[in-house]
């Protein structure tokens, strides 16, 4: 909270029964409903949704060239992407507050087939870019899926249980640039779309009859909702923090990841896209480090593990500045890869801390930071990679690493509030 308050207030009264309300609405809460088969459903999900947000990102050569448009323009379809996926956040994923989640996820996931597969039809760049913001939008799914797995874990089992679904949504990320980079190589880039329209579209359906359906919170209206999201940014500080590290972590990783195409076909490499794709196979080390990450969480390590990831993008920056150098470029993806993914996974794990009534609604606020970041990292990686080089690419990753570690050095809040304004 932002001012102290010397008693209970009317509105804390009835925000309080609200979260009552809605985690009593949702019998069974814990360990107990969230079954092994049960997580790894959730996990192969969020791994094969967020995967189409990166199937572009080795493509970008092969779709400038077999567009006919320049490298900046392809870059758009990461930076569109991006875009849609914040704005799904803002307008879809706090539906998970108010309507049945099974139900959305699935009507959501079916939309994304159907625009994964118009990608793959798409007879010009406009088209393309049209048809991956609907993607990206669609695929905000993922995000009400995580809350959904941490209302149903024990708060003992918190971190855990994120951990391993974001062991598969990093899966997800490094297996797309492979898999995408592969198929370009063996049957061009529409075939990486029309796979991954395939994909989603069963997954839709293994969802449809396999994930439990909680009843939503009740007596809330959709604007309503929207506005409690802004509610709760303005007065949750710890939320804030917790977004803005979100935003400069992964502008740093999608800066990386964008211009890291157009350095890799340069000299001294001069790399296929299916070798390019290859190089996303460096992602493992975030993978692997998820859910060891996440108990580091449950143990109460979360400021002071934070504090050793970012330095381990710092690290990750500084060996990248040898990118014309084969083995520093790899150690520095290493480590970048392991420290923004690895804060990541503890950034989540500390917000689903907050009530069960409001997780959609602090998942907006997080994610929706999250990509925009994302979105301007992707955006200013192209023209910053043709106007200087792979040494402003570098420049500018120190630069918002150094501002992450003066932001966690002025963090001291363990956790958030447990009855946060709603």
Same mark, same amino acid.
């Given at each position: 909270?932002?001012?102290?308050?010397?008693?209970?207030?009317?509105?804390?009264?009835?925000?309080?029964? &609200?979260?009552?309300?809605?985690? &009593?609405?949702?019998?069974?809460?814990?360990?107990?409903?969230?079954?092994?088969?049960?997580?790894?459903?959730?996990?192969?999900?969020?791994?094969?949704?967020?995967?189409?947000?990166?199937?572009?990102?080795?493509?970008?050569?092969?779709?400038?060239?077999?567009?006919?448009?320049?490298?900046?323009?392809? /870059?758009?379809?990461?930076?569109?992407?991006?875009?849609?996926?914040?704005?799904?956040?803002?307008?879809?994923?706090?539906?998970?507050?108010?309507?049945?989640?099974?139900?959305?996820?699935?009507?959501?996931?079916?939309?994304?087939?159907?625009?994964?597969?118009?990608?793959?039809?798409?007879?010009?760049?406009?088209?393309?870019?049209?048809?991956?913001?609907?993607?990206?939008?669609?695929?905000s799914a993922v995000n009400i899926l995580i809350p959904?797995?941490?209302?149903?874990?024990?708060?003992?089992?918190?971190?855990?249980?994120?951990?391993?679904?974001?062991?598969?949504?990093?899966?997800?990320?490094?297996?797309?640039?492979?898999?995408? /980079?592969?198929?370009?190589?063996?049957?061009?880039?529409?075939?990486?779309?029309?796979?991954?329209?395939?994909?989603?579209?069963?997954?839709?359906?293994?969802?449809?009859?396999?994930?439990?359906?909680?009843?939503?919170?009740?007596?809330?209206?959709?604007?309503?909702?929207?506005?409690?999201?802004?509610?709760?940014?303005?007065?949750?500080?710890?939320?804030?923090?917790?977004?803005?590290?979100? &935003?400069?972590?992964?502008?740093?990783?999608?800066?990386?990841?964008?211009?890291?195409?157009?350095?890799?076909?340069?000299?001294?490499?001069?790399?296929?896209?299916?070798?390019?794709?290859?190089?996303?196979?460096?992602?493992?080390?975030?993978?692997?480090?998820?859910?060891?990450?996440?108990?580091?969480?449950?143990?109460?390590?979360?400021?002071?593990?934070?504090?050793?990831?970012?330095?381990?993008?710092?690290?990750?920056?500084?060996?990248?500045?040898?990118?014309?150098?084969?083995?520093?470029?790899?150690?520095?993806?290493?480590?970048?890869?392991?420290?923004?993914?690895?804060?990541?996974?503890?950034?989540?794990?500390?917000?689903?801390?907050?009530?069960?009534?409001?997780?959609?609604?602090?998942?907006?606020?997080?994610?929706?930071?999250?990509?925009?970041?994302?979105?301007?990292?992707?955006?200013?990686?192209?023209?910053?990679?043709?106007?200087?080089?792979?040494?402003?690419?570098?420049?500018?990753?120190?630069?918002?690493?150094?501002?992450?570690?003066?932001?966690?050095?002025?963090?001291?809040?363990?956790?958030?509030?447990?009855?946060?304004?709603?």
């Amino acid at each position: 909270m932002t001012t102290p308050r010397t008693g209970p207030t009317a509105a804390d009264s009835a925000a309080t029964a &609200a979260t009552a309300g809605a985690i &009593a609405a949702e019998p069974g809460t814990g360990s107990a409903r969230l079954s092994r088969s049960l997580v790894l459903l959730l996990a192969t999900a969020c791994g094969l949704i967020v995967a189409d947000n990166y199937y572009a990102q080795p493509l970008l050569p092969a779709l400038a060239g077999s567009l006919r448009v320049s490298g900046t323009v392809a /870059g758009l379809c990461v930076t569109v992407n991006q875009l849609g996926y914040a704005l799904g956040l803002v307008l879809l994923v706090p539906l998970g507050d108010l309507l049945p989640r099974r139900r959305l996820v699935v009507a959501m996931l079916c939309v994304d087939a159907m625009a994964l597969a118009g990608a793959a039809l798409a007879p010009g760049a406009g088209t393309l870019l049209a048809m991956l913001a609907v993607v990206g939008l669609t695929g905000s799914a993922v995000n009400i899926l995580i809350p959904l797995a941490a209302t149903l874990a024990r708060p003992e089992q918190r971190g855990r249980a994120v951990g391993t679904l974001m062991t598969g949504l990093l899966l997800g990320i490094l297996l797309a640039r492979t898999v995408s /980079g592969a198929l370009d190589q063996v049957a061009g880039w529409r075939a990486v779309y029309g796979c991954a329209a395939a994909a989603i579209a069963l997954l839709a359906l293994a969802l449809r009859f396999g994930l439990p359906e909680p009843a939503p919170a009740q007596g809330r209206r959709f604007g309503r909702l929207l506005a409690s999201v802004g509610t709760l940014v303005r007065t949750e500080p710890f939320l804030r923090r917790r977004m803005a590290g979100a &935003a400069l972590g992964f502008g740093c990783f999608q800066l990386l990841w964008t211009a890291m195409p157009f350095l890799l076909t340069d000299q001294p490499y001069h790399y296929t896209a299916a070798t390019i794709g290859l190089f996303g196979l460096l992602g493992a080390a975030g993978a692997a480090g998820a859910q060891p990450i996440g108990r580091l969480h449950d143990r109460g390590a979360a400021h002071a593990a934070t504090g050793l990831l970012l330095l381990t993008v710092g690290l990750g920056w500084a060996l990248l500045a040898g990118g014309r150098q084969l083995l520093p470029l790899i150690g520095g993806i290493l480590l970048l890869d392991l420290g923004v993914q690895g804060i990541n996974v503890l950034n989540q794990a500390r917000i689903y801390a907050y009530p069960a009534a409001v997780r959609s609604r602090v998942t907006t606020a997080y994610m929706t930071a999250y990509f925009l970041g994302g979105a301007a990292g992707a955006s200013v990686a192209t023209p910053l990679y043709d106007r200087a080089g792979w040494a402003g690419i570098w420049s500018a990753g120190l630069l918002l690493t150094a501002i992450a570690a003066a932001l966690w050095l002025t963090d001291r809040r363990a956790a958030p509030p447990t009855e946060p304004t709603d």
